[in-house]
Structure formats: C-alpha cells, structure tokens
C-alpha cells in the first residue's frame, strides 16, 4: 500500500480547522482574505485555531496582494509579523516573493527566513509565476527549512500545468528537487490518479474545500470525500 498522502486544506478560522480536521486534513493553511489571495492573518487568530485544532498549521507570511516584497520597510514589516507569530508559537510557515523581472527576490526570502529559526516553511504559487521555475528552485536550494513547493504547475492552474507538475515529479531528488510537491490551485478530483502515479503525495485545497463558495465555511464532507479519494489512491 502506498504511504498516506497529506491532504492541506486552506482555513480562514476556528470553524474551517475544526471542519478540516473532522473531515481527515493532516494539515491546515492558515490565511485571511482570499480576494487578495490569502494574507498573513492575525496573532489572535493563529493562537484561536492552534488550541482548537491539534494539527500541524502552516501559516502565511504575506501582507499584499501579489508576489513582491515590497520596499525595505515592506521586509521589514513582514520579518515583524514572523517575530508575531513565532513569539505565539507558530513553527511552519509558507511564504514566496519574486522580483520585478519575475525571478526569486532572494533578499526578501532571505531575510524573512533568517527569522523563522529554522522552521519548516512552504514556497507558495510564486512559483507558478516565475519566468523560469527551475533557476528559482536552484537559488532557494539549501534555503534553512525549505521543504515544500506550492504549485500547480502553471499560473493557469493544475489543467495547464500537469505536464510540468508530472516532469518535476520525476526529477525529485535532484538538486534543487529535493522538497515535496504540494499540489494545489485548480486542483480537481480528476487530476488525482495520475498525480499518485507519478510519486505525488501531497495536496492542497481551498475552494475544493467550500463546494457553497468562499462565503461559506469549509464541508467536513468535501474534505472527507478528498480524503477518501487519496487514501484509496
């Protein structure tokens, strides 16, 4: 039998985790605001969902919509919310910033890392919007905690990007390919198959998660359902 893939679903708040945990998650993303594509979300709200749910929480570091950074003041606003978090007992994170020619700021990630002491952090959808994936993955290779990518392979999402998700699957190992794949951005049921196939053991849900929408909260049922799938994957 194949080892059980992790199931990541997107939680907004205490409702969400909990739903997520009853449904089967092994993990939650922690964010606020989906319009912008999920932000940092507040101390008071990592430490509310940490005592209801006994799940490993990954938690955004990211305060505007987009890819970057921002200025100096910007970094430095988001090393100030790591020291938050970490000081409310936050131990894995995802974050991901580029420059404005579409390469990794590895200023930025640098310097947000240097204050994660080491903990466990996914690089998230940036990825997809690179303009070259694996000149990225070869700078941030050896990065302190680094273990994850978030991808669908494609800006487009998983439709559009199988191909690559299924090429990278194959190079893992290599330099720079080491970290897990994490799947996730348009992810459907349908795309499962041939993603256990090819070695993918992870996965990320948000909207997959909320069959009523984002207005409302996360289905135990649509979890369980994901959840069955994979484990029968």
């Known amino acids: 039998m ?32 989906m319009a912008a594509d999920g932000l940092s979300p507040a101390v008071e709200s990592f430490a509310g969902i940490r005592a209801a749910v006994d799940l490993p929480l990954r938690v955004m570091l990211r305060l505007a919509d987009g890819f970057g950074a921002g200025d100096i003041d910007g970094i430095e606003r988001l090393v100030r919310v790591a020291r938050e978090l970490r000081g409310a007992g936050a ?33 998230h959808r940036a990825i997809d919007h690179a303009v070259d994936r694996d000149a990225l993955r070869k ?12 991808t669908a392979g494609s800006a487009g999402g998983v439709d559009a990007g199988l191909p690559t998700l299924l090429a990278e699957a194959a190079r893992g190992g290599e330099p720079g390919y ?3 794949l994490l799947v996730g951005g348009g992810l459907r049921l349908e795309h499962v198959p041939r993603l256990r196939a090819a070695g993918v053991d992870a996965f990320h849900i948000g909207g997959a998660a909320r069959p009523e929408g984002w207005g409302r909260g996360v289905s135990v049922a649509a979890v369980a359902e994901w959840r069955g799938v994979l484990d029968a994957g």
Request: charged share 30%.
């Open 2 to 33: 194949s080892e059980r893939a992790v199931l990541e679903v997107i939680a907004l708040g205490v409702e969400d985790a909990v739903a997520a945990r009853d449904g089967g998650a092994d993990r939650l993303e922690l964010v606020t605001d």
């Open 91 to 123: 131990d894995e994170f995802v974050l991901g910033f580029l420059g404005a020619d579409g390469g990794v700021d590895l200023g930025a990630v640098e310097r947000v890392v240097g204050e994660l002491g080491g903990c466990r952090w996914t690089f």
């Open 139 to 150: 700078q941030l290779d050896g990065l302190p905690g680094l273990d994850t990518y978030l």
């Open 178 to 180: 080491e970290q897990r």
